[in-house]
């Protein structure tokens, strides 16, 4: 009751971990809970998610209802699970790093937009960017092993969850792998990118290991031309840059598959 409108969500999130409640109930989307993560990670303040935002991946990844009933159900019955997150330098994500284009709409994309569109919001955007988007060659080395890969493509992901704007990766990814999936939407071509992401929305889910995913936990990707990095929904940093799991980083209150 002492926290005001006028607080930001860092003097907020400082606040709480100075109290150490049991639970955080965090309402809203993606970057909300990607915001909420970073401060949580090494403590055992559980998480209570009530999903409202636009494609609420992180969400789908644990299963959680998207209507408010359910996921207050979630939070009332079920045990906190440990939860991997990505990790790119100091900082946290939850779903995915995108690099490239992705980056590129995440910048653009207002909320004004996503109000009026949900979801399409991004494709509007990204048909604009990639009319004056270069592609880029990329190198990604596992560092675990000596796989080292490269490619020409517009858009990267790096994942760390199960979806990636509101559709499913992969049929068997998960949270508490201690894994990242990582894969390119199309060639250098725009038309290769324009049909590669038709048949990712449209298309159906294969398992990682038989697709054409690199699956690592300790990957570097460099390129030819620096190329922005977003952390769900956010521009962070720039190519190149080390993506790494952080195993069982935060407790969230989910149920867990079988």
Do not use: C
């Amino acid at each position: 009751n002492e926290i005001t409108k006028s607080v930001s969500i860092n003097e907020v999130l400082s606040q709480v971990k100075r109290r150490k409640p049991k639970l955080l109930i965090v309402t809203g989307g993606d970057g909300t809970i990607s915001d909420v993560v970073d401060h949580l990670v090494g403590t055992k303040i559980e998480i209570g998610l009530i999903p409202i935002g636009t494609t609420n991946n992180f969400a789908r990844s644990l299963n959680i209802p998207m209507d408010i009933t359910g996921a207050v159900s979630i939070i009332s019955n079920q045990f906190a699970e440990p939860v991997d997150l990505g990790k790119v330098k100091n900082e946290y994500f939850t779903n995915v790093a995108g690099i490239g284009l992705s980056a590129l709409v995440a910048s653009s994309v207002t909320n004004d937009l996503k109000l009026r569109w949900g979801r399409f919001a991004y494709a509007l955007v990204a048909a604009k960017e990639l009319i004056k988007h270069k592609p880029f060659r990329a190198s990604i080395e596992d560092k675990d092993s000596e796989l080292k890969i490269h490619l020409k493509t517009h858009l990267l992901i790096v994942a760390n969850g199960r979806y990636h704007a509101g559709k499913e990766i992969a049929k068997n990814a998960k949270l508490d792998n201690n894994q990242l999936i990582i894969f390119a939407l199309g060639s250098g071509s725009r038309l290769s990118l324009i049909w590669h992401m038709a048949r990712f929305y449209l298309g159906n889910r294969q398992k990682a290991e038989y697709s054409s995913y690199l699956v690592g936990n300790n990957i570097k990707i460099s390129t030819n031309t620096r190329q922005p990095i977003e952390l769900d929904g956010e521009v962070r940093y720039s190519t190149p840059s080390n993506f790494e799991v952080a195993p069982s980083a935060v407790y969230v209150r989910y149920k867990k598959s079988t």
